[in-house]
């Protein structure tokens, strides 16, 4: 057991990643799906989906106080949404990382919204940022069903 004995052993965990409706509009769907599949990412649910109004009130819950949050709402129901199930090693943050910052200004190139985005507002993609979130998104967005074991 020394300095390196976790390597190769990182957690496996399950996020919620999404394309908001920018993202569908703008046809960008397979783009992102075909990142996510050569990084190595399982997709264990996948759906088009039109997010309920109250749904993304909660999604965005922390950010009610925000001076944004209506305009967030709006734009996250203006259209149909991907929503994405990932199961990998640190899937949570290396999607993250595949996103780029939330302002794309300050998104890397070679990141979704680096490469992209040019608004913080509407910036394609979501994904979870820590454990707690990810089980909370996943199963405000997924029935039990609907993903796979
Ligand atoms: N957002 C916005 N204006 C802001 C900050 C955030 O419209 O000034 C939106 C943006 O779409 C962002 C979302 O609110 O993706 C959630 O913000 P958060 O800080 O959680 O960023 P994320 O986790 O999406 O990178």
Redesign the pocket.
Known sequence: AGKYSTLGAMPTERTFAMIKPDGVRRGLTAEILRRIELKGYRTVGLKLYQIPRETAESH?GE?SA?P?FG??VDFITSGPVVAIALEGENAIAGWRSM?GA?NPANAAPGTIRGDFATS????VT??S?SPESAQRELALFFAEGELLK
């Open positions: 965005y950010h925000k944004f305009e967030l996103m939330t913080v507002g509407e910036n979501h994904g940022d």
